[in-house]
């Protein structure tokens, strides 16, 4: 009796483990599921990948050697601005991602053309994004004449 006593309380104490783990893991699915609504709007997914720059920037840099939020002369906005001596000069930093092709180029439960249809498609998008932000944020006498884009896997500077 003692013996079957004590192995219902060790079953029960370990159910109640289980439940709280289980409570966990529910918590962080809804959470997992949240951050996947945040990146599925282009907007807020600017928002977090800016958040992101914010972090990693200001862990690295002096705070008055970069700016958030710089605004150029021709009333061009940019996610980043990092002030360095010459010959360099100030280099912009832009952080947003062409995330609708880089799914499909990277989902593994689509055929082998689609995903090289796809990684064709992401190429085009990089290649854009970098003539978006060479024509916005390159300005003569202003920054220096190259950029830099940062996605989540690497950074590219044209």
């Not at 079953?11 to 997992?32: C, F, G, M, Y």
Request: include cysteine; charged fraction near 25%; hydrophobic fraction near 35%.
């Amino acid at each position: 009796m003692k013996k079957t006593t004590a192995t219902f309380g060790d079953i029960i104490k370990r159910l109640a483990l289980i439940d709280e783990v289980q409570k966990k893991i529910t918590e962080l699915s809804s959470n997992v599921v949240s951050l996947q609504e945040v990146l599925a709007d282009k907007r807020s997914r600017g928002v977090f990948g800016e958040m992101q720059l914010n972090s990693l920037i200001s862990n690295i840099m002096p705070e008055s050697s970069y700016k958030l939020q710089f605004s150029l002369p021709n009333n061009k906005i940019a996610d980043c601005a990092l002030f360095l001596p010459e010959p360099t000069s100030t280099v912009i930093i832009d952080a947003k991602f062409p995330l609708e092709s880089y799914r499909r180029m990277t989902d593994i439960s689509l055929g082998d053309s689609d995903r090289k249809i796809a990684e064709q498609q992401f190429k085009q998008d990089i290649s854009k994004h970098m003539q978006d932000i060479s024509s916005k944020y390159i300005v003569p006498g202003t920054t220096s004449g190259g950029a830099v884009i940062v996605y989540p896997d690497r950074s590219y500077i044209f």
